[in-house]
């Protein structure tokens, strides 16, 4: 399985979007400072993830939610998950 997952940084609030095949390996690579875009935003907390079959699923859904229009509809998710 591919996850697409939306982290918040805690330290700045921003939103941070990818993909990966191990969100719990992901997750813990943000938070550990393992991942060298986000090590000094960190700790990260999971807002949100998708789950997919293939790995060009998940990248295509990964590249819409970074898009405009994908930003509008992430907003909207994220808007009904608090």
């Known amino acids: 399985m591919f996850y697409v997952y939306i982290l918040q940084s805690q330290k700045n609030r921003r939103l941070y979007t990818s993909s990966t095949n191990n969100l719990d390996r992901r997750l813990n690579e943000h938070n550990s ?4 875009y986000t090590k000094f935003t960190r700790p990260f907390r999971l807002l949100y993830s998708e789950m997919f079959t293939t790995r060009s699923r998940a ?7 970074k898009s405009g229009k994908g930003r509008e509809e992430l907003e909207k998710i994220l808007e009904k998950l608090q």
């Not at 400072?33 to 060298?36: A, I, T």
Request: glycine share 10%.
């Open 59 to 65: 990248v295509r859904r990964e590249l819409y939610l």
């Open 33 to 36: 400072g393992l991942s060298r």
